[in-house]
C-alpha cells in the first residue's frame, strides 16, 4: 500500500513519489500553465531533490530528466504517494 503525503511540500527528501493529484484550482492560470508544459499531471514520477533553508523558498524536484524549481504555494497544490 502507498504511502499518501498531503503534498510536495511534506514530500520528504530524495523520496520517489508519484503525483496522485493537483488541485488545478488552487493555482494561478500561468501557474497551472507552467505545471502542465512541464510534464505535472497524475502517475507523474516526481522527487524533492532540495529545500530551501527558510520555510519560504523554494522546492527543488525532479520530474522526469528535469529540475525544477517550484514555490512553495505551487508544490502545496500537488498531492503525492510514496512508490514502494
Known amino acids: 500500500m502507498a504511502t499518501t503525503f498531503d503534498s510536495l511540500v511534506t ?10 493529484a493537483i488541485d488545478w484550482g488552487r493555482l494561478a492560470v500561468p501557474e497551472a500553465r507552467r505545471l502542465r508544459e512541464l510534464g505535472f499531471d497524475e502517475g507523474v514520477g516526481v522527487e524533492v531533490l532540495h529545500r530551501s533553508r527558510f520555510g519560504s523558498g523554494p ?15 505551487v508544490a502545496a497544490a500537488i498531492s503525492v504517494s510514496a512508490r514502494h
Open 59 to 73: 522546492i527543488a524536484c525532479r520530474i522526469g530528466r528535469m529540475t525544477v524549481a517550484l514555490r512553495r504555494t
Open 11 to 20: 514530500l520528504p527528501r530524495q523520496t520517489r513519489a508519484t503525483v496522485a
